[in-house]
């Protein structure tokens, strides 16, 4: 694949820019999880000399010709690279190394991750993260931090929908088909990619799981987000007990048999007209 041609053109790169103290890759091609629609992922740790002087644009351009380059919203600069292949590259300085440390996970073995590590000081702080994020799936808050939301952006993309501000609650669904699908890991068990959980997720879940997700997708009309409104709590109800009972909770019937009722007029609505 012509990002393994980039990833080895970035180490070049990297070890010849001597005051880059360190350099690591995360992501897809860490992994091994990788194909040809993978991004390529890094982070570059400089000293803070170098970094004041650095041009992100032209540091990127000596890997590959670049059609744009951008900064995004976690503060990344995305380098498109030849065939749309796009690469994310955090600019540094070393004593960002030690945040590294409050990583998650890493989510790759050490030796694959690193490009460079002049002081040695890289290699035991990814050495000190566990390998995959383990949600706390044995704690009741978990039902607090991934079902509760869901119940709350569904009402809300209810609300928005009966307003009419389609686009709105498009928007608020999203959110909500989000939470549906860490329900989804829960509920089956498929935890492996949570920290992004539709990564996978045709693979990882079941048949029926995934079609009930597929149902709760639509376009930002009326019709579409009646649907979708309809087939996420169709699908939050068969999942959000399954999670409740290993901890002795119950799912929030009432809210779901009134979010029922309330559907079921609208739909009525529509038909009749």
């Not at 897809?28 to 194909?35: K, L, M, P, R, V």
């Not at 996978?200 to 799981?209: I, K």
Request: charged share 25%; proline share 5%; hydrophobic share 45%.
């Amino acid at each position: 694949m012509f990002q393994q041609e980039l990833i080895g053109r970035v180490r070049e790169v990297c070890e010849a820019d001597r005051e880059l103290d360190a350099a690591l890759m995360y992501g897809s091609f860490a992994a091994g999880e990788a194909d040809e629609h993978s991004d390529i992922e890094f982070w570059l740790f400089f000293t803070e000399a170098r970094l004041a002087e650095v041009d992100p644009h032209g540091w990127c351009s000596r890997i590959a010709p670049l059609s744009y380059g951008l900064l995004n919203e976690f503060g990344s600069y995305v380098a498109f690279f030849p065939g749309l292949v796009r690469g994310e590259f955090h600019f540094a300085t070393v004593e960002g190394i030690a945040e590294v440390a409050k990583w998650p996970a890493r989510g790759a073995e050490v030796e694959r991750m690193v490009l460079v590590d002049r002081r040695g000081a890289l290699r035991p702080v990814l050495a000190g993260l566990p390998l995959r994020y383990v949600p706390p799936v044995e704690q009741p808050r978990i039902i607090a931090e991934y079902c509760d939301p869901f119940a709350n952006w569904l009402v809300l993309a209810f609300h928005l929908t009966a307003r009419g501000e389609e686009l709105r609650a498009w928007d608020a669904l999203g959110h909500a088909q989000r939470h549906l699908l860490w329900m989804a890991r829960l509920a089956e068990g498929a935890v492996e990619h949570w920290l992004t959980p539709s990564r996978g997720a045709e693979r990882e879940l079941s048949a029926g799981t995934v079609a009930g997700l597929r149902a709760a997708t639509s376009a930002a009309s009326a019709p579409g987000l009646l649907g979708a409104l309809r087939g996420a709590l169709e699908l939050g109800r068969r999942l959000w007990p399954v999670i409740a009972a290993r901890h002795g909770r119950s799912a929030p019937t009432a809210l779901f048999d009134e979010l029922d009722a309330a559907l079921r007029l609208r739909e009525q609505g529509r038909e009749q007209r």
